[in-house]
């Protein structure tokens, strides 16, 4: 007889709370501000889907069949060509090394248990982070482990919670540029944790969603690229989304490339569990792939959002951290993050506490560029009153 519900502990009793839902309060004050909330809270891109790809998706909309999991052959041909133009994967590189995925956050979460890692072994991934790292570990009964990347880049083992802690290691995220801080990992950096990490046997997958959005570094270098993983892909992982560059948030058309032998074993564990992007957006993604003028222009714009907000912030108090590329200014009022949060609520502002990302993140709040420019501008000018 199963047990009562009551006296079952399922895997959701076993999560932490859901962070967002602590922001509904600061959220609604800002709300309530008789200028409207400017919210820079959240990574939603709010600009028009370019019009290719609305077109290429209106005109696959008649699509009766199923779709498969490694994705048509025009759109894994695409998936190649990217790469090797804007993440500097290799000619080797084939179709046989890119999987069209429902989302990034969908692999993200699910990475660990596709990978077929499990309790006893552990998932190692930055200190300060997109949260979903640490659920994706949690869901298998994984150990989580923070680590601090540039420490590990420069110290191997030392910046490890103990020193048999890469024993228990199965996979690695790196996460460059950063969501929340923007800081971008070096080839040096990169090289040195992906060597650090094949002589130990560990995955290393790289979240690089935001890589075509520079602000203040030259490159944000892939660990796709020869430089970085010495000519190899073998235990090497890109994960990519289109969410940002092409304001593709709602079609959640996303990629992972690399060694094909782990490509092969995400494919035959996907194709059991039906993890399909659906035809439309199969050939909408291809669309999107191949065109780099949108996001060119897309970068334009949140350029001048940024030149807006940043001495806006600086103004009010702030002091901005990295921001080295992506979508988010990491500042600090040299104050708790939620006493950050609470003030500039009071003025209309919303913005997301530094912790929601890690206790490093205690004292920062991670101010979005995905607002309108009439938001932007509100906001800048309610900061500065400040």
Known sequence: MAAPASSRRGLAQRLPGFPWDALVPAKQRAAAHPEGIADLSV??????????????????????????????PALREALVEFVRRHRGAPDALGIDGV????????LVAHLPFQLGIGPEEAVAFPHVAYPTYD????????ETMPVDMAALAAHGDAALPDPSAAERLRLLWLNSPSNPTGEVLDVAQLAAIVGWARERGIIVASDECYALLPWTVDEVPSVLDPRVNGGSLEGVLCVYSLSKQSNLAGYRAAFVAGDPGLVGELVAVRKQAGMMLPGPLQVAMTAALGDDEAPAAQREIYRARRSILEPALARAGGTVHGSQAGLYLWTTFGEDAMTSVE???????????GMFYGVGGGSF??????????????????????
């Open 365 to 386: 709040v991670r101010v979005a560029l995905t607002a309108t420019d009439e938001r932007i501008a509100s906001a800048a000018r309610r900061l500065e009153r400040l």
């Open 99 to 106: 999987l069209p995925t429902i989302g990034s956050k969908e």
């Open 343 to 353: 003030r500039l609520a009071s003025s209309g502002v919303l913005v997301a506490p």
């Open 135 to 142: 659920m994706g570990a949690r869901f298998v009964g994984a």
């Open 43 to 72: 990574g939603t891109p709010v600009d028009p889907t370019p019009a290719s790809v609305q077109q290429a998706l209106a005109d696959a909309a008649d699509s009766p069949g199923y779709p498969t999991a490694v994705g048509t």
